[in-house]
């Protein structure tokens, strides 16, 4: 059966062990049991020489889209009635599958997210969900798998369009994603500040224009039958006369590309048309942008854009525009003029996240309500910073008199904030580390999560990708400078308040092993 | 719409300039000239400290899934019928879409390739398409999308699998792997060596039975309702008697899972079950594998498997397994024996190739069919190592006396190997290296393309996953151990023929620019 088959995207696009899981709880009558999750990762991503200081969440509504399709079809259960154990026995039982079938639904759930765009930090609980055992277990996978790698993406994508100074930013990396997975990766894109894409589905989906120029393999083909870059160009233009952009670097940039472009675009405009750009996909970019632009204002094209494609990402921008600011001045010429012709094709780097292809995101049980009160499940972990956040939270962001976001604090559900002037918060691993906040430094305080579905009904409605990028943006300005900086960036600060750090603690009393233990076990005998 | 609607994965999920490009080719009525183009990579995965040595192959299968049901649906014509360019007109002809409707049929290419599971090197065509011009070069983007990322993740299982010595590996990684491309990540990572795969869908599709032990969150679960570990090791070997396997380090790996599962296992026995294993996520999995280990045997369950994971991949299975032979040598063990029981659950750092999340491959035009002779077609390239060899070709792979693969041959379709007893083979990129090859060194020759689709029909039988793998198994003994290493491997030879290197000498000299030109370029003014 063929991997692209769509019941590998279905219910079954999961872990075994969600169902080994399940069954368990089925079995011993606790399936149905309330439970809560969160979902949040644990550090920004690091790209080997620099690390994220924000990241940008996204594949929410992608999320959604698979839980809305992801019933278990019929299919789907007599395959898991095919599963045999090393006994030969089946490893489901007829009465679990069953009710698999019927029960499986997971509109049971209730969900809680921050929505997409928004810029996010470790710890805070991203999505939580409460509902049955079982139900909220299964899905775990498949929440994972689309959320990771869409606030993946998203985040290297607001990283490259802040590099690019807002010059337009389009997505070539379909041709080295991962998969299918790059429809992912384009969605991601768009929502972390990327304008167009060249993947077509995936632009149509979101109801963008597809963009895109041409290949080498087109001059290639002309000369290859005896003709010229020059043909080639012609015939490119012809066809497209007002979206004409043309990639100048098949054989020599600066002597055969760029000349043959101009009288391109020169024929166009005594046509009456408007030529778009020139590519440009090899060779010292700064430099060429620098003579191209030169070359064209000659000829009277200055409205022509330079588009600059070849392995860019979020350094290899900042390096070129910093090297035309530079060249700019030895030669007294306007660099922000240069800049402002310029549009970045970025492909690979963006949707593979090079550096860092994965967010270290989890989704762990909090608590589960037993004896008529919610119980908080806390796992002891041998590394005291993978101890995860206990109980049923909800994350404040407090902005500061600049309008500057200060802190993401991490509360317990029923808590009220500033019940004092002043209020010890906590960090959120290191329990060591703590801060004093008054309530007067703090000028707004935001509620980060809302309700996404609820009784079996979503009652949120999924905005538009326009507005969600309007979210990133304000966000970001909302963002300390620091914060944002590629390299090294400014830590930001993410709290527990006092009441759940104070619960945290309470439970670590009660389950952590002695310090000797842990030595032993991390080998420090 | 949904990005994961099945429109965005079939004809449309290609880039936009294969398009404009095709309509070019359409409106100067050469959509339908005989065009050859090859797909290769150019440089073997470097993870940063170490790179590999060899890759192996994945992903054709997929790729042809695609072909097969790629052919564009009236609603993918009427979307491209919509789409408006600058000047508000459309910016595809009615003509054009009308011939693309009912002539984009994929079966017209002719297509060559070297089968899955084969050990592949650099520059050397792992897949040739002649065909429509149009046609081919639409395929571009999927191919290099389906290709590049299994053969990727094929690669980095086979370095996984040669680091676990043989022992069992399990594919772990869907909740990070790049969204929908998870399943193509298990199946490019079953080719490279892994036994099995935690991902259901992939599993049923692929034939394999889905593995997986429990999560963290079950002993949570079992806990924040008032049981214990203890309690929740019973519940899942109760309803998993003979396939149970226990995650020990929710609390305390050597203090309290591993007594537990000891506890539960010996009941199992007593019942007449064969407990399956453990499992350790976190911690020193060196020393912890040697401590369960000798615990489990103390206790008459030297049957029972330790599966390690959390974050592995070659490096770190290497440094474990030394790090146990070390450790037995110390304590006088058998360490061929504490290494029989492992098993490694390999995830995100496998299917996301951390290190390298790209495979270089390109799809480039070599030749069209024009005034009845192929015309080869060249990219000259500002970068002397991109520019590719032109023409059509067949690669051979030489075998010496101790059957090693000592060279892969890339000739012209016509040329004749070893005219003469002694043939001068030239280094690939670089034109100042070649070497003299005696015929009387070399065993046996072997053509590693084969046709799998011509003349409309696949006459391709493609092989089952278990055929692949050892088609994989039988070229890794092939291999010279030293280009198996994982670190600073013996760099394996990919040589260009005599007649195919005359050829490129050629055309190089027809269009190569004055070098002169090429140092303005590249910045060395």
């Known amino acids: 059966m063929s991997i692209l088959n769509p019941s590998t995207s279905g219910f079954l696009f999961t872990d075994f062990y969600q169902l080994t899981m399940a069954q368990v709880y089925f079995e011993h009558n606790i399936q149905e049991k309330r439970a809560h999750f969160d979902y949040f990762f ?52 007829s009465s679990f599958l069953n009710w698999l079938e019927k029960e499986c639904d997971f509109s049971k759930l209730h969900i809680e997210a921050i929505p997409e765009g928004r810029v996010v930090h470790p710890q805070v609980p991203l999505v939580s969900i409460s509902g049955p055992l079982a139900l909220a277990q299964i899905v775990e996978t498949p929440l994972l798998n689309h959320l990771n790698y869409q606030t993946l993406i998203a985040t290297k994508a607001s990283r490259i369009k802040e590099a690019a100074r807002g010059q337009m930013v389009i997505d070539f990396g379909m041709r080295r994603a991962h998969g299918l997975g790059a429809n992912a990766g384009t969605r991601g894109a768009l929502i972390g500040g990327v304008d167009f894409s060249s993947n077509i589905g995936t632009s149509r989906a979101l109801n963008l224009p597809p963009k895109g120029t041409h290949a080498h393999s087109l001059v290639q083909a002309f000369m290859a039958m005896g003709g010229s870059e020059l043909d080639a160009f012609q015939a490119f233009a012809e066809i497209f006369p007002d979206d004409c952009v043309l990639l100048i670097d098949t054989i020599n940039t600066l002597e055969s590309g760029l000349p043959n472009a101009i009288k391109v675009f020169q024929d166009l405009k005594q046509k009456g048309h408007t030529p778009l750009g020139i590519r440009i996909d090899s060779g010292d970019l700064a430099y060429l942008s620098v003579q191209c632009y030169l070359e064209l204002k000659k000829a009277g094209l200055q409205e022509v854009s330079i588009v600059l494609s070849n ?138 999560q809302t309700t996404i579905q609820t009784q079996g009904k979503v009652i949120y409605e999924f905005p538009e990708l326009n507005t969600i990028k309007q979210v990133r943006q304000q966000d970001l300005q909302n963002l300390d400078s620091g914060v944002k900086r590629l390299i090294n960036p400014h830590i930001y600060h993410v709290s527990l308040s006092p009441k759940l750090f104070k619960l945290k603690m309470d439970l670590l009393k009660k389950y952590q092993p002695p310090r000797q233990t842990l030595d032993r076990e991390l080998g420090f005998e």
């Not at 698979?66 to 090393?86: C, F, H, M, Q, V």
């Not at 904030?417 to 007067?440: A, V, Y």
Request: include cysteine.
């Open 311 to 448: 392995q860019l990402d979020e350094l290899v921008i900042q390096q070129i525009l910093n090297q035309i600011e530079q060249k700019c001045k030895e030669h007294r010429l306007d660099a922000e003029e240069v800049i402002s012709k310029l549009v970045f094709g970025v492909g690979t780097r963006m949707l593979t996240s090079e550096g860092q292809p994965s967010l270290d995101g989890v989704y762990k049980l909090t608590g589960i309500y037993h004896q008529e009160k919610w119980q908080p499940a806390l796992k002891i972990s041998n590394s005291p910073a993978k101890i995860i956040n206990p109980g049923h939270k909800k994350t404040f962001r407090l902005y500061d008199k600049r309008d500057k976001a200060m802190v993401d604090l991490i509360c317990l559900k029923e808590e009220e904030l500033f019940s004092q002037e002043d209020m010890q918060i906590h960090h959120p691993t290191d329990p060591n580390i703590s801060r004093i906040i008054h309530q007067k430094e703090v000028k707004k305080i935001e509620a980060l």
């Open 42 to 93: 644990r550090h920004y991503p690091h790209y080997g020489s620099h690390q994220a200081g924000y990241c940008v969440f996204a594949g929410l509504k992608t999320f959604f889209e698979w839980l809305n399709k992801a019933k278990p079809t019929r299919e789907d259960i007599s395959y898991l009635k095919s599963l045999r154990g090393r006994n030969k026995q089946p490893l489901f039982s």
